[in-house]
């Protein structure tokens, strides 16, 4: 998957491109089926960013995404938050670029607090 409702299929010959994309399944479920184009490449990407150290009285789900949207369009804050830990998690898409690893500073009611964020997996 391509992302964007994209899939994309690869073939040995532009032949065996053309027969499997004039099949009555293919036409069936897809909208367009057609050869790729490098203007087509994803140039972004999803990922989770966890934050770890943020004052449990400042937790709501509009702090967690205003720390997010540093990077990117918040899609998904996570319901589950980690009390033990003081963590977070939420889905960023963000640009094409190293992986995201950084130190924040936050003030909450005059009080500063150190929140370290990186890109986590899913789990």
């Known amino acids: 998957m391509l992302g964007s409702k994209k899939l994309l299929m690869i073939f040995d010959t532009r032949r065996s491109m053309e027969e499997v994309a004039g099949l009555a399944f293919m036409l069936n479920h897809f909208i367009k089926v057609r050869p790729w ?6 140039r972004s990407r999803r990922v989770w960013l966890k934050g770890i150290g943020r004052p449990l009285h400042a937790w709501s789900r509009e702090n967690m995404a205003r720390i997010g949207r540093i990077w990117g369009p918040v899609i998904y804050v996570e319901d589950t938050q980690d009390q033990q830990y003081s963590a977070f998690k939420v889905m960023v898409d963000i640009g094409l670029g190293p992986n ?3 130190m924040l500073k936050v003030i909450v009611e005059g009080e500063e607090f150190l929140i370290y964020v990186k890109e986590t997996s899913g789990d």
């Not at 184009?37 to 994803?42: D, I, L, Q, V, W």
């Open 37 to 42: 184009t490098t203007s087509e490449a994803n």
């Open 100 to 102: 995201i690893q950084a």
